[in-house]
C-alpha cells in the first residue's frame, strides 16, 4: 500500500472516531444540551472588559452589561490599555453616569495584548465571580443569570457562554457564523465529556479566587489567553462548563486578510498553550489524557497527509500540464471520457461516508443554534462544507511556521 | 464526567473499528472481484490465442490468408479492449497488490501475437499494425506524460480503424523474448511505436501525420 493511502486511512479512521464520537455524545445527552441550573445562591459578579481602540463598540458592550438582569452583578471594569481613539473617553462617561456600577481604568502603558488589560482590571475585583469580556461582545440580557447556576457544583471552576456573530453583512462573515454554530455545538458536546478547551472571551466567568488567587492571573505570554486559561484551570482539577442558553453576540473579521491573521492567532496561541501544559497533561483530565494527544496525532497526520497530497497533485498537474501541452502539438484532444472515469474504491466509499457524517454534523449544529429571523442560505453551507474548512490546512502550516519562529504578535 | 458519557471513547472506538473492517472488507472484495476478472479475462484470452493459433497453422497450409487476417485483427482486438480494462484496475487497486505479473503474463501474450504476425507478414501484408512499446508503472514524469499521449493518439487513430492492429506492450517486465525482439528491431529508447514492423518513432507525431505514415 502506497504512503498516501496509509496516511488517508489515519486520518479517515480519526476523523471517524470524533464524528461517532460527537454523535454518541448527542444522542446520549440531547436532553441536556439546554440545561440550565437553578440557583438560589447570591453571587456577587464582576464583569472585567479590556479595550483598545474600539470607540465603535466599547460603549455597546457597556449598555449590553448594564441591561443584564443578574441582579449580583456588582462591578463592570472596563480597562483601557492606552487606546489612540476616543475609547477612554466613552468609558468615563459610563463611570460618570453609573459610578456605582462601571469603573474605568486606563493601564499604566499599552501592554499589548488583551491578558494584560485583563490582568490589570482583575487586580480591583472584590466579588466572588469574575467574568471576562470582550470590548466588542454583546451578551443577551439573561446571558449571565444562566450560567451562574453552574457554580453550584462545587467543582466547576469556570463557566462559558454560546458565541454567535452579530454582523452577518458580507459573504465571509456569513460563513464564519455557520463556523460559530458548529464550535458552539461542539463545545457543548465536549462539555458532556469534560473536555472543553477554551473558554471563550467574548464572555467566561470563573470563581475569583482561582483566576486571581491561585492561578495569578492571565498568561501574557500568550496569544490566545483564553484558551491558556482554561487549560489552567483544567490542570488545577477544576471543571469547566457550558451555558447553551447564554447567547453573546460578537463582531466577526469582515476581510479575508484580516480573518486569517485572527486564525493565525488562535491557532499560534493554540500550539503555544499545548507546549506549555504538555509537560503536565496527564493532570488535565480527558482533555489532556486523550482529547489532546488526539487532536495532536490528528494534526501530525493531518498535515504530513497534507504534504503527500501536495507532492502527488504537483505530479499529477504536472502531468496533465505536459500531456495538455503535447496533446495541442499532436493535434489530438487534450482529454477524453477515459480520464474523467471513476472506478469506485474503498478510500471513495470512506470519503462520501465521512463527508454525509460531517454534513449531518454541522447540520444538527445549525438546528441547534437557530437564531430567531436568521437562516442560512444553501450555497453558504455549500460553500462552508466544500470550500471555508479546506483553507484550514494553510491556516495550519503558517500558524506552525508562526509558532516555530517564535511569532508573538496580538 | 456523567456516567452515562463514561464508556462513550470505548464506544465510539468500537463502532469506528466496525466501519473500517466492513469498509476494508468492502474495498477487498470489490478488489477481488476485478482481480478475479482480470484473471478471468486473462484465461479467455489466452484460450482464444490457442484457438487462433491452431486456426492459423491450420488454414495458413492452405492459404486462406483473409481468414488469418480477421482472427488475428479480432484476437488483437480483444486483447487491447481488456489491456485497457486491467490498466482501470491496476490504477484503482489500493489495498491488495498491484496487477504486474498478471501485466507481464498479457505482455507475453502480446509478444506472442507480434512475433505470429512476423511469422504471417506474408499473408498479413495488407493489414496495417502498431506495436506501442511503454514503460509500466514509470516514475519519469516527462515520460509518463508522453505515454498519456501517445495512448490517447492511438487509441484515436485506433477508434478511426477497427481493422488495424495496436498492440500496447510494457517493454520494461523483464521478458526475455521480447527483449530478443526488441533488440532485432534495434530500439533506442522507450517509448516507442512501430508501424506497420518497419517505421519507429520515439517523438510524438501530429496525428493525422502518422496516419498518413500507416495508411501509404
Known amino acids: 500500500m502506497e504512503t498516501l493511502i496509509i496516511f488517508y486511512f489515519i486520518y479517515s479512521f480519526i476523523a471517524f472516531y470524533f464524528l461517532i464520537m460527537y454523535f454518541l455524545v448527542y444522542i446520549k445527552n ?108 454583546m451578551p443577551k440580557i439573561n446571558a449571565i443569570t444562566n450560567m451562574i447556576g453552574f457554580f453550584d457544583d462545587e467543582t466547576v471552576g469556570g463557566v462559558t457562554s454560546r458565541v454567535l456573530v452579530k454582523n452577518k453583512t458580507n459573504f465571509l ?41 491561585d492561578l495569578g492571573g492571565f498568561d501574557e505570554n500568550n496569544l490566545t489567553e483564553d484558551i491558556e486559561l482554561t487549560w489552567n484551570v483544567v490542570k488545577s482539577g477544576w471543571r469547566v462548563e457550558m451555558s447553551m442558553n447564554s447567547l453573546v453576540y460578537t463582531y466577526v473579521p469582515r476581510t479575508l486578510k484580516v480573518w486569517f491573521k485572527q486564525r493565525i492567532r488562535w491557532n499560534v496561541g493554540g500550539m503555544q498553550t499545548v507546549k506549555k501544559y504538555l509537560p503536565s497533561i496527564h ?36 502531468i496533465k500540464y505536459m500531456s495538455a501541452y503535447l496533446s495541442t502539438k499532436s493535434e489530438i484532444a487534450i482529454i477524453t471520457f477515459r480520464d474523467l472515469a471513476i472506478n469506485p474504491t474503498i478510500l471513495f466509499f470512506l470519503g462520501i461516508i465521512l463527508f454525509a457524517l460531517g454534513l449531518s454534523f454541522m447540520l444538527a449544529s445549525l438546528v441547534y443554534s437557530k437564531e430567531k429571523g436568521y437562516s442560512h442560505a444553501l450555497h453558504e453551507i455549500f460553500i462552508y462544507s466544500f470550500f471555508y474548512v479546506v483553507l484550514y490546512p494553510a491556516i495550519l502550516i503558517t500558524s506552525l511556521f508562526n509558532f516555530m519562529r517564535g511569532y508573538n504578535k496580538w | 464526567m456523567l456516567l452515562k458519557n463514561k464508556f462513550i471513547f470505548l464506544e465510539a472506538l468500537l463502532i469506528t473499528i466496525l466501519i473500517f473492517v466492513i469498509g476494508i472488507f468492502i474495498g477487498i472484495s470489490i478488489e477481488n472481484k476485478n482481480n478475479y476478472n482480470s484473471q478471468v479475462f486473462y484465461m479467455n484470452s489466452e484460450a482464444d490465442l490457442m484457438d487462433s493459433y491452431i486456426l492459423t497453422n491450420l488454414i495458413s497450409e492452405e492459404k486462406n490468408c483473409d481468414i488469418v487476417t480477421k482472427e488475428t485483427i479480432n484476437f488483437a482486438n480483444k486483447v487491447y479492449e481488456k489491456s485497457l480494462l486491467l490498466e482501470d484496475y491496476d490504477k484503482f487497486a489500493l489495498l491488495m497488490d498491484d496487477l504486474t505479473m498478471l501485466n507481464k503474463r498479457y505482455t507475453l ?90 517505421e519507429i518513432f520515439y517523438d510524438l507525431e501530429k496525428k493525422d501525420d502518422l496516419k498518413n505514415i500507416i495508411y501509404n
Open chain 1, 173 to 213: 462573515e456569513s460563513l464564519q457564523s455557520i463556523e460559530y454554530k458548529v464550535i458552539a455545538f461542539t463545545r457543548k458536546l465536549m462539555g458532556f465529556i469534560d473536555s472543553i478547551y477554551v473558554t471563550t472571551g467574548p464572555l467566561s466567568i470563573y470563581r475569583t479566587k482561582i483566576v486571581k488567587d
Open chain 1, 283 to 318: 493532570k488535565c483530565g480527558f482533555l489532556g489524557k486523550f482529547i489532546m494527544p488526539f487532536f495532536l496525532f490528528s494534526w501530525f497526520i493531518g498535515l504530513s497527509g497534507l504534504f503527500v497530497i501536495v507532492y502527488r497533485y504537483s505530479r499529477e498537474i504536472f
Open chain 1, 30 to 137: 440531547k436532553k441536556d444540551i439546554f440545561y440550565t441550573p437553578k440557583t438560589e445562591s447570591k453571587r456577587d459578579l464582576t464583569i472585567v472588559i479590556p479595550c483598545y481602540n474600539e470607540q465603535e463598540s466599547v460603549g455597546k458592550t457597556i449598555e449590553c452589561f448594564l441591561k443584564s438582569d443578574y441582579p449580583y452583578l456588582k462591578k463592570i471594569i472596563v480597562v483601557d490599555d492606552c487606546s489612540k481613539d476616543n475609547s477612554y473617553k466613552i468609558i468615563k462617561k459610563y463611570e460618570q453616569k453609573y459610578p456605582d456600577l462601571v469603573l474605568a481604568l486606563k493601564t499604566p502603558k499599552n501592554t499589548g495584548k488583551a491578558a494584560g488589560s485583563k490582568n490589570y482590571g482583575l487586580k480591583f475585583v472584590k466579588t466572588e465571580l469574575v467574568g471576562f469580556s470582550d470590548s466588542d461582545s
Open chain 2, 109 to 198: 501474450m502480446k509478444t506472442f501475437l507480434w512475433k505470429s504476425n512476423l511469422d504471417n507478414l506474408n499473408c498479413l501484408n495488407n493489414t496495417k499494425m502498431i506495436v506501442y512499446l511503454y514503460n509500466y508503472n514509470t516514475d519519469d514524469l516527462a515520460i509518463e506524460a508522453e505515454q498519456n499521449v501517445w495512448s490517447r493518439l492511438l487509441m484515436q487513430i485506433k477508434q478511426d480503424d477497427k481493422n488495424l492492429i495496436l498492440l500496447p506492450i510494457a517493454a520494461n517486465l523483464d521478458v526475455s523474448s521480447l527483449d530478443f525482439i526488441l533488440n532485432e528491431f534495434n530500439i533506442e529508447k522507450v517509448p516507442a511505436v512501430i508501424v506497420n514492423n518497419k
